[in-house]
């Protein structure tokens, strides 16, 4: 018995339609064949089996004719100005292909690499000439000047970078002392003739860098000191002397400084006294300055300030 296939199929894309083959089959033997795909496959392969009332000498082959696909479009049609624009874009897409080829970009990279080479050849050829018609004088003279104007520069960099990354505890302590010896408000409160006295300590912090986050940031070098002073004129009494300096980077670089004085003005001290009235005088700086609790010392200013005790309220009078 013999069975013919067709079939009819609509979609909405355009097939590309390949040749299509007859399929062929009989009883328990397939033969498979490959019919017209499209977009998507319109139909795959086919496989027939004969009926099972045949044997298999007498199953008649069948016969599959090829498969007719018809496409219809459903989209709507592109608006003409989306239509100029993808033109417009298009055109400048295909001017760049044109222009900007690999042999062109060669081209172009052989060029500018000859320009190159040939204003560097210039430049070098004009010092070489250049030096080559200075006398041995000249050169001798220049080169001297040369040398030591750049050791000078040199030199001065790395004094002045010295400078800026350490700080001496001298320099610091004779500073503040003239400080306070220059203070008419101390002078009256302490009397004349400040001198310093046997005490004189100090911690000292060194500048280095340090990761804060993830960006380095440079700690300037510090010192703390304490020291106390005693006047040698009436009312003859003593103070101690706190003071904190930081060299901020700079040329020439600059101490930023905070400083106060505690002294004593009742008779707490002398033989027989009972009234204490201890005084506090910032000669540069305020209260929370001087209470802030430093990072890297764990001590504030306060801290040492109540540190040592004011042993008498008067000195001795000679």
Known sequence: MMMIMSATTTCRRPLAAKTARWVLAGSRHYHTATVSRGAFSALDTRIIPSSSRHNRHESSPLLVPDIQVRFFAAAPNPDKKEESEEEGGSFITRTFKQVLTPQNQFYALVAGGTIGAYGISRIFLSFTTFFTHLTPTTIAKWGFYTGFGCASVVGGLALVTFDNMYIRADPVYRYCLRWV???????????????????????LDSGKLEIVGRSPVWRAPRIQMIFDVAATGPPYRTGIVTCEAIKMFGIPPRLKNVAQIDYEVGNEGEEGGTREDDQTYFLKGSQEEFSRVSKRSGLSLDMLARSVHIEKAAAGRQ
């Open 181 to 203: 010896q220059s203070d008419t408000h101390i002078q009256r409160q302490l009397g004349d003739g400040l001198q310093p006295g046997s005490l004189r300590s100090y911690r």
